[in-house]
């Protein structure tokens, strides 16, 4: 598991030891830094320490700044101003902290290693600098003294530590003493933070640092912090990934960086109370404004060629900066596709970008590859920052999308990684208590997840609808946001769950549901009928735009590319009759946000507002649908070319009836539990149905769609609106007639 065999290395992997950190001294550069450094002490000289504003700068600033005065350096910390000085060394800033600060040393920390015409003007300048990095290097080195374990010669046996792991390096190369361990924790959040891979010397340091936590010796900012949250004994990986980390980072992104970095280097107790109280006020901006340019985003999505491109590449100078990365990951973890967010144009014409990867694909390479349309790139295999001339940015969409073209299909499939294969009897305590033993988990070294083979699960909504309660023989699961893709959880056909089990809310063990995968759709055609009917709920002006089909043109309608096409189904019927025809279908695999997605793939009786239209440019109803306002909606959301059958399956409207007094009571029913939240149809109607006698299915969605379509109401994201203003007949009503017709 992981990787790691044998005795050793699974002794290592376990129970952290301080004596198995790596001899700082084998980093290349890292002599002649700790003898720059100690002769900069000797002689009193004035050291500025060079950082970033995002978590892992803002913590290597804290450590070595700390460490310095400790050794009684006079030493000045500068962080650059996300918005006005931008990431990493800039010849404007070198000359404004010489002029201001006089130092006889610069030292970097998590930024510099593509600072090469900088490193030189400050050394024109005539003061030396030290470049402390841990990004991958460009294919000129700066002309200094450079510590970055990634740097062309390096023999450091652990590549990927983070910024503020090494500065804890050179701490420990300085001193050759036990005062680096000081500032374990504060290396342990910023390697968190950072989401580099929690392997190795990453997790020792994640481990000791989460020792002096659990041992209450440790930052008096951090500790702060963790009282406002909540957080105390063993804090976790995750505590500090979700609750600390994001924190830290508003400071940079909302405004000051400088802030959060006094919260870990001052001993004033009320400052750094009224510091961490202003950074849970930008914490809650910034998941405002996150939300705010991702819906932003998704709309532009739109005109992006989603079909035949592998990326995503978005553009907005309007957009703040400040949260890019952010939405940058949200979009690589819904649609599985690098993503690259472009924004803040300068006076010079030139954009910040943002890239973030997916499993697989290196971020770094893929800028490399349009290195001659870039000013300036750097950064991870996962992340990377960038800058563009506005005239490149449509080059820079095509050529990044040719890098990726040549990966094959299966780089951005919906897929379930797991790491055990066990039976429900096994999910036990016992094992829950092995699998702890693999924190801290993160990035590198994700949750243990396990894979069940259920031949049957029992399934129900949770308090929140979306939600689902899913009972795997004995073990008690929960699947979040799942509730339009529950037909791969029920029925006979054998079911892999993929899940991380978790301990009970009233003991025992628990599960979170990841993915499920599933040859057979589990479709209860009554239901399936029901929703598909409720799709009449969309009202008509006769404008509708699409294209009729004969029977024997369907097979023309096939996708031959993984992205682009819905076929659109009624029943179990109709889903068999499109998979026998062949095609490249998605449907099938493992089901975890592949509905964020444009797959192709075939949709049952779907809550069609749940899926992000735009994205595609064919859907296919293979049942014609119950009226054109439908065909309408979708043609407002989305420029996909829509393909109706030219033949009526009218077997769906079975056992539906147009009478009037039922109608009249379902409306009654549902006007009077208006205010009930439903995520869907369905939902809504299982519960109304005990209010109205004899209920089924069909005849709620057929009555709901009826109402829907002469704008007595409207159901949008789980809402339910209803109008008292509008009276009209039902005979306004295009369905109600298509079902008196049929008496």
Same mark, same amino acid.
């Given at each position: ?27 290349k ?10 002769r ?5 000289e ?14 290597a ?14 030493v ?6 996300r ?22 040393l ?23 600098i ?13 002309e ?15 590549k990927?530590?983070c910024g ?32 580099v ?21 440790f ?14 004994g ?24 400088f ?30 404004l996150?939300?705010?340019?991702y ?6 999505l ?6 035949h ?25 819904? *649609? %599985?596709?690098?993503? $690259?967010? =472009?924004v @803040?144009?300068?006076? !010079?014409? +030139?954009?910040?970008? &943002? ?8 971020i770094?390479e ?14 991870h ?12 940015i ?20 919906p897929?379930?990684?797991y ?11 016992e ?7 693999m ?19 029992r ?23 799942? *509730? %339009?893709?529950?037909? $791969?959880? =029920?029925? @006979?056909?054998?079911? !892999?769950? +993929?899940?991380?089990? &978790? ?13 499920v995968?599933?040859?057979?759709a ?7 009928q ?20 004969g ?12 992205y ?20 490249r279908?998605?449907?099938s695999?493992?089901m ?49 070319e ?7 399956? &009218? ?29 869907g ?13 004899g209920?089924t299915?069909k005849q709620?969605?057929?009555?709901f769609a009826?109402?829907?379509?002469l ?23 295009g369905?109600?007639n ?6």
């Amino acid at each position: 598991m992981r990787g790691v065999t044998g005795e050793e290395e699974m002794r290592a992997f376990l129970v952290p030891d301080v004596s198995r950190l790596g001899d700082p001294f084998t980093m290349k550069g890292m002599k002649e830094a700790a003898d720059r450094v100690k002769r900069a002490l000797d002689e009193g000289e004035k050291i500025v320490v060079y950082g970033d504003y995002d978590a892992d700068g803002v913590c290597a600033s804290a450590v070595l700044s700390l460490a310095f005065k400790s050794l009684g350096a006079d030493v000045v910390v500068h962080i650059p101003d996300r918005m006005k000085d931008g990431y990493g060394l800039s010849v404007e800033s070198i000359e404004r902290i010489i002029e201001e600060q006089g130092p006889d040393l610069i030292i970097t920390c998590d930024c510099g290693i593509s600072g090469v015409k900088e490193v030189e003007h400050c050394l024109d300048l005539g003061v030396d600098i030290i470049v402390t990095d841990h990004h991958e290097p460009g294919p000129v080195i700066p002309e200094c003294i450079v510590v970055d374990p990634k740097q062309p010669g390096d023999d450091y046996a652990d590549k990927y530590l983070c910024g503020a792991g090494v500065a804890l390096k050179l701490v420990q190369a300085i001193t050759g003493s036990e005062l680096y361990k000081e500032f374990l924790d504060i290396a342990a959040v910023a390697t968190i933070a950072d989401l580099v891979p929690l392997m190795n010397e990453n997790r020792l340091i994640v481990q000791l640092g989460l020792r002096r936590m659990a041992e209450g010796k440790f930052n008096l900012g951090l500790r702060t912090m963790f009282k406002s949250l909540g957080l105390g004994g063993a804090i976790s990986s995750s505590d500090i990934a979700y609750k600390v980390a994001p924190r830290i980072n508003a400071a940079g992104r909302m405004g000051d960086a400088f802030r959060a970095f006094e919260i870990l280097t001052s001993s004033d107790v009320k400052r750094i109370g009224e510091l961490v109280r202003e950074l849970d006020e930008d914490n809650d901006k910034r998941k405002e404004l996150c939300d705010s340019i991702y819906d932003e985003a998704v709309e532009d999505l739109a005109f992006e060629d989603m079909v035949h491109g592998r990326a995503i590449v978005l553009s907005n100078p309007e957009w703040s900066k400040g949260v890019t990365g952010i939405a940058a990951a949200r979009f690589s973890g819904d *649609y %599985n596709r690098p993503t $690259f967010i =472009i924004v @803040d144009r300068n006076d !010079d014409g +030139v954009f910040k970008g &943002t890239a973030r990867g997916i499993k697989g694909v290196n971020i770094f390479e893929a800028l490399s590859y349009c290195s001659d349309l870039l000013t300036e790139f750097g950064g991870h295999t996962g992340a990377a920052g960038f800058s563009v001339r506005e005239e490149n940015i449509p080059l820079f969409r095509e050529r990044i999308n040719e890098y990726f073209a040549k990966l094959p299909d299966e780089y951005f499939l919906p897929h379930a990684e797991y790491d055990l294969e066990v039976r429900e009897d096994e999910c036990t305590e016992e094992l829950l208590g092995a699998l702890s033993r693999m924190e801290p988990t993160g990035n590198g070294n994700e949750k243990p997840l396990l894979k069940v083979r259920a031949e049957r699960v029992r399934i129900a909504p949770c308090k929140n609808p979306v939600h689902t309660s899913v009972q795997i023989g004995r073990l008690q699961t929960y699947a979040f946001n799942f *509730y %339009n893709k529950n037909q $791969f959880l =029920i029925g @006979d056909a054998p079911k !892999d769950i +993929v899940l991380e089990l &978790t301990e009970g809310l009233n003991g025992g063990v628990s599960g979170y549901i990841k993915a499920v995968g599933t040859e057979t759709a589990a479709i209860n055609d009554e239901m399936a009928q029901a929703n598909f009917i409720g799709l009449g709920r969309f009202p008509c002006t006769g404008k509708a735009k699409y294209t009729k089909y004969g029977s024997d043109d369907i097979a023309s309608l096939l996708p031959d590319s993984v992205y682009g096409t819905m076929f659109v189904c009624a029943d179990s019927r109709s889903y068999g009759r499109v998979l026998s025809l062949g095609g490249r279908f998605v449907t099938s695999d493992y089901m975890t946000k592949a509905e964020a997605n444009n797959y192709s793939g075939i949709i049952v009786a779907p809550n069609i507002e749940s899926v992000r239209l735009a994205n595609y440019e064919r859907i296919v109803f293979v049942d014609a649908p119950p009226s054109e306002g439908v065909i309408e909606y979708i043609n407002s959301v989305s420029r996909a070319e829509v393909y109706v059958p030219e033949s009526d399956r &009218t077997d769906i409207y079975d056992g539906i009836t147009a009478d009037r007094g039922v109608f009249a009571s379902v409306y009654s029913a549902i006007a009077a539990h208006a205010a009930v939240a439903a995520s869907g149809l369905t939902v809504f109607y299982k519960r109304l149905a005990p209010f109205v006698r004899g209920l089924t299915a069909k005849q709620f969605a057929a009555c709901f769609a009826v109402f829907g379509e002469l704008g007595f109401l409207s159901l949008s994201g789980g809402r339910l609106e209803m109008n008292g203003s509008v009276r009209r007949p039902l005979t306004d009503s295009g369905l109600y007639n298509k079902l008196r017709e049929r008496r």
